[in-house]
T-cell receptor
Framework: KAGVTQTPRYLIKTRGQQVTLSCSPI?????VSWYQQTPGQGLQFLFE???????NKGNFPGRFSGRQFSNSRSEMNVSTLELGDSALYLC????????????FGSGTRLTVV | GENVEQHPSTLSVQEGDSAVIKCTYS??????FPWYKQELGKRPQLIID?????GEKKDQRIAVTLNKTAKHFSLHITETQPEDSAVYFC???????????FGTGTSLTVIP
């Protein structure tokens, strides 16, 4: 069965631009979470969606937003990009109601120049 | 919210030796504790997990122990091999499962 798919894999953007990242969870998984991974900060939680509702949000500025569609696919958007937003953005899906843990996608490597 | 601390941040062992990584958590409501392995340039992958109603779980060379009273859990890797070299993350979550709290990671190097 297909894993968690994130697109695009790599992205280079200029400061001030905005970006949209996409995540397609494993079929049947309704929970999608987003994490930012940087070398010095580890895995920082951005937000989690379940059945199109944001259930939890981490300590990131309002420039970071997300949504989830009825087919459980999720997008995250970062507006007014800053150099410090350069990171690997990981999406994870889970079927928590059935006792499952996270399955991560391969991530989107965002570079802001 | 939950706070997960992980030690050590780096660990080097000789091939064949054992490696132990320890994590502590703060929220007594946490009841699910997974461990992830992330090889360089790859995504984190679940290698073992434990629930709060179990004290120990083993899968071949990997084992996890949980002490609910002390709020700590540990990953044990025996007979380490070079392919065990990676960054390992512990995590904790509660019944809602809507947020996993991760430790800061341990970079394990197995020296051939």
């Amino acid at each position: 069965k297909a894993g968690v798919t994130q697109t695009p894999r790599y992205l280079i953007k200029t400061r001030g631009q905005q970006v949209t990242l996409s995540c397609s969870p494993i079929s049947g998984h309704r929970s999608v979470s987003w994490y930012q991974q940087t070398p010095g900060q580890g895995l920082q939680f951005l937000f989690e969606y379940f059945s199109e509702t944001q259930r939890n949000k981490g300590n990131f500025p309002g420039r970071f937003s997300g949504r989830q569609f009825s087919n459980s696919r999720s997008e995250m958007n970062v507006s007014t990009l800053e150099l410090g937003d350069s990171a690997l953005y990981l999406c994870a899906s889970s079927r928590w109601a059935q006792g499952g843990g996270y399955t991560f996608g391969s991530g989107t490597r965002l570079t802001v120049v | 919210g939950e706070n997960v601390e992980q030690h050590p941040s780096t660990l080097s062992v000789q091939e064949g030796d054992s490696a132990v990584i320890k994590c502590t958590y703060s929220d007594s409501a946490s009841n699910y504790f997974p461990w992830y392995k992330q090889e360089l340039g790859k995504r984190p992958q679940l290698i073992i997990d434990i629930r709060s109603n179990v004290g120990e779980k083993k899968d071949q060379r990997i084992a996890v122990t949980l002490n609910k009273t002390a709020k700590h859990f540990s990953l044990h890797i025996t007979e380490t091999q070079p392919e065990d070299s990676a960054v390992y993350f512990c995590a904790a979550t509660s019944n809602t499962g809507n947020q996993f709290y991760f430790g800061t990671g341990t970079s394990l190097t197995v020296i051939p």
